[in-house]
């Protein structure tokens, strides 16, 4: 987005845009019984990963019809498994960010709380996160594309052809993510518009608002009577439609969101 459009975008809408918590949003944390998260891959960035469609991002070498799809993977599985092969050392060796610790504490201050990610890199569990809906699956995961056994590890050594197999059906194995045009686990996209729904506060942190289902949540949220809020570095595709947009890094302006409410339950 250029300036320009940033700035017309910002002067479009009259809510708060700024980088500390309006006095609304600070009463109504305080008061939330609920409080339900979203998360795209901007939460990740202070922990080296990437996103997706920022400058420098994943897609910036491939588009993501070259391998975020079955098709795509049929065509080049030694393309694709390596590529996610190499995204999984990457998850593996991050470390959870400030921000991905602070979700873990609001989740022990309010009665319930859901995180809804669609983050594939295991970092808010390692966070101590608990009650997570991973609708994009985890790159931890693979199973057989052919019979869907999940593999067990030891397929790791390459045969001929250096492709990991099934050991049931030789199928070809594949990362436990969803790609373009598959359907969200089972149940997932349902809890995660029930929590929405539910949500005194929504927060939509990380993400740029263009895959669906999950872009819906914050319209859901807003719609029964949520206040929605969008953490993210400059203004998301779905700007317009939040109660407050916070803008600044996930890992600075969530631990001061968890503050706000940590410190009015010692008070
Ligand atoms: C920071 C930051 C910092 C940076 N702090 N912020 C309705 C309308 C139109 C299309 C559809 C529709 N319903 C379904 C579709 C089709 C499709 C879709 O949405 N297409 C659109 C792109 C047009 N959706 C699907 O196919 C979904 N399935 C489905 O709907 O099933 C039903 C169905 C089945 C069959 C036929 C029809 C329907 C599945 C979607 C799966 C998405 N998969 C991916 C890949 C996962 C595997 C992998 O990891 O490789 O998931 S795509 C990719 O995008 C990944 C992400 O989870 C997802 C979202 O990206 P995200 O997280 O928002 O990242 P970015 O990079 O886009 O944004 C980062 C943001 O961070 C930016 O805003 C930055 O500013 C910000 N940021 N630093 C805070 N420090
Ligand atoms: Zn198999």
Redesign the pocket.
């Known amino acids: 987005m250029s300036q320009n459009d940033l700035v017309r975008q910002r002067e479009a809408v009259s809510k708060t845009y700024g980088s500390e918590a309006s006095d609304e949003l600070c009463s109504r944390l305080r008061s939330a019984r609920s409080i339900c998260v979203l998360t ?4 990740s ?2 922990s080296g990963l990437a ?4 400058p420098g ?2 897609w910036d070498t491939y588009r ?1 019809e070259e ?2 799809n079955e098709a795509a993977f049929r065509r080049n599985p030694a393309l694709v498994q390596g590529w ?1 092969d190499a ?1 999984r050392r990457q998850a593996l060796d991050a470390e959870p960010n400030p ?1 991905h610790r602070a979700l873990a504490k609001l989740e022990n201050s309010v009665e319930e709380f859901t995180l809804v990610t ?3 890199d295991g970092l808010h569990q390692r966070a101590g996160s608990e009650n997570i809906i991973e609708i ?2 985890n ?1 931890v995961d693979e199973l057989c594309i052919e019979c869907g056994r999940p593999a067990d590890g030891t397929e790791a050594a390459p045969g001929d052809d250096a492709l990991r197999r099934c050991r049931s059906c030789e199928g070809l194995l594949r ?1 436990g ?8 686990p089972e149940g997932a996209f349902s809890r995660a518009a029930q929590a929405a729904a539910a949500a005194d506060v929504f927060l939509s ?11 819906e949540l914050p319209h859901i949220a807003g719609n029964s009577g949520s206040y929605v809020v969008e ?4 203004p ?1 595709a779905a700007a317009n439609s939040m109660s407050e947009v916070l803008v600044g ?3 600075s302006i969530l631990p001061e969101l968890a503050a706000l409410l940590i410190q009015s339950q010692d008070s």
């Open positions: 795209g891959a901007g939460m960035v202070e996103t997706f469609r920022d991002g994943l993501p391998l975020a996610y995204r921000g669609q983050n594939v994009h699956g790159i990362p993510v969803v790609w373009f045009g598959e359907m969200l942190v990380g993400t740029s608002s263009v895959v669906y289902p999950a872009a953490v993210n570095v400059e998301s890094p996930a890992g």
